[in-house]
């Protein structure tokens, strides 16, 4: 494991735990040339995931690009890089429990959009203008319509 800061091979691990899904292993480290440390995350290399694409292409799973497009969501609000990490690990982990290793991205933003509905309203309308390409200003009140109506308590008369 090279050092982020200085590129030196050697360094030893301070502290290891499991995330709370059990699905990677933290890793604490120092490096032994210039003492910064440095955080790892160990996972287990699983099946590839194929992505089909709206137009039909197909691209092997990025979590990488996934953790991007929710860190932009979610930009100067208040969650926790914990809390996209941990969104991201289970939306990997329920794409990998389908019987199948080609997923649409469809499926994959209606997951994403699903879970920043609860997480956090203002992360949901920057994700879904993207994913839904709202063209004009009515897709976007329309969606921000739907969103607070959704919120609101059924009444009974």
Do not use: W
Request: charged content about 40%; aromatic content about 6%.
């Amino acid at each position: 494991m090279k050092c982020p800061y200085c590129a030196h091979n050697e360094n030893q691990v301070l502290d290891s735990r499991d995330s709370e899904d059990l699905s990677s292993v933290r890793r604490r480290r120092e490096c032994l040339k210039c003492n910064k440390r440095f955080t790892t995350y160990e996972r287990v290399d699983t099946v590839d995931l194929a992505v089909i694409k709206k137009d039909g292409r197909r691209e092997q799973f990025n979590r990488d690009k996934l953790l991007m497009g929710l860190k932009k969501a979610c930009e100067k609000r208040p969650i926790s890089m914990e809390t996209i990490e941990e969104t991201v690990s289970e939306i990997e982990q329920d794409l990998r429990k389908r019987e199948t290793t080609e997923i649409s991205s469809r499926v994959i933003g209606e997951m994403v959009m699903r879970r920043l509905r609860v997480l956090d309203k203002v992360a949901y309308i920057r994700f879904a203008s993207v994913y839904r390409q709202f063209e004009d200003l009515e897709s976007f009140e329309k969606e921000v319509h739907n969103l607070l109506n959704s919120d609101k308590p059924i009444r009974s008369a």
